[in-house]
């Protein structure tokens, strides 16, 4: 039998799930506050999500 000296790796976890319904409710706008700076989240004609400063 032998021993294995290899460091063990850090356990990566998932960040965490949210369904954009549950953000954005039913508008297809909102603000995200970061740091003093203000972020858009929206969705665009084509359904897809875009963020912007």
């Given at each position: 039998?032998?021993?294995?000296?290899?460091?063990?790796?850090?356990?990566?976890?998932?960040?965490?799930?949210?369904?954009?319904?549950?953000?954005?409710?039913?508008?297809?706008?909102?603000?995200i506050l970061h740091r003093g700076e203000e972020y858009r989240l929206r969705i665009t004609g084509n359904d897809k999500l875009l963020l912007t400063k």
């Open positions: 039998m032998t021993e294995d000296h290899r460091p063990q790796q850090p356990r990566r976890h998932s960040p965490p799930r949210v369904y954009s319904a549950e953000l954005l409710g039913s508008t297809r706008e909102l603000v």
